[in-house]
T-cell receptor, first 114, second 117 residues
Framework: DQQVKQNSPSLSVQEGRISILNCDYT??????FLWYKKYPAEGPTFLIS?????DKNEDGRFTVFLNKSAKHLSLHIVPSQPGDSAVYFC?????????????FGQGTILTVHP | NAGVMQNPRHLVRRRGQEARLRCSPM?????VYWYRQLPEEGLKFMVY????????ESGMPKERFSAEFPKEGPSILRIQQVVRGDSAAYFC???????????????FGPGTRLTVT
């Protein structure tokens, strides 16, 4: 049962353009969402997060949008840079005493072309 | 401030041997998490520990796997009698004590790649 899904295995974008990575979830108990970036042979690096009480959070070039009614979140990267090329994972936390138990999507490989 | 440390980075074991994976959390972090990543898949939660306590082990296989986070020293993930299906990348993460939403953010180590031959 895949509770967090990233339906696009890969995304290719030109440098300077916007990258939009999508994530859907099924568990309405999730109350906190995070995005991680991962390079090969390294651990995931935390990028940005959003609480379920918000619909948008922005940090520099990265913005995360949350649509609770649709159970959908997206990560926007503007402008995209070649160094952004990596695998991006969305993750969700159920909050409460199990808040540490993150559920990850399968990941989306982002390639930014110069 | 050093990040999350994991060792070894690569570990090769023959079937039936034991594997011990170590994780030192970031300074000031008291919560440790272990995740496993199989090839072409996302990370799967295994266990959540605080010092001397297992908080949630719902993702741990029922047999052969155990984890601890002693009062002193690193957290250890132990796999007994390894099988080929245990071959994966094992990631450790840590987070600060529960002081609000920032404690949701977990910081990952570089991982240990276990290969069972």
């Amino acid at each position: 049962d895949q509770q967090v899904k990233q339906n696009s295995p890969s995304l290719s974008v030109q440098e300077g353009r916007i990258s939009i990575l999508n994530c859907d979830y099924t568990n309405s108990m999730f109350d906190y969402f995070l995005w991680y970036k991962k390079y090969p042979a390294e651990g995931p690096t935390f990028l940005i997060s959003i609480s379920s009480i918000k619909d948008k959070n922005e940090d520099g070039r990265f913005t995360v949008f949350l649509n609770k009614s649709a159970k959908h979140l997206s990560l926007h990267i503007v402008p995209s840079q070649p160094g952004d090329s990596a695998v991006y994972f969305c993750a969700a936390s159920p909050g409460g005493t199990s808040y540490g138990k993150l559920t990850f999507g399968q990941g989306t490989i982002l390639t930014v072309h110069p | 401030n050093a990040g999350v440390m994991q060792n070894p980075r690569h570990l090769v074991r023959r079937r039936g041997q034991e594997a011990r994976l170590r994780c030192s959390p970031m300074k000031g972090h008291s919560h440790v998490y272990w995740y496993r990543q199989l090839p072409e898949e996302g990370l799967k939660f295994m266990v959540y520990l605080q010092k001397e306590n297992i908080i949630d082990e719902s993702g741990m296989p029922k047999e052969r796997f155990s984890a601890e986070f002693p009062k002193e020293g690193p957290s250890i993930l132990r796999i007994q009698q390894v099988v080929r299906g245990d071959s994966a990348a094992y990631f450790c993460a840590s987070s600060p004590p529960n002081r609000g939403r920032s404690s949701y953010e977990q910081y990952f180590g570089p991982g240990t790649r276990l290969t069972v031959t």
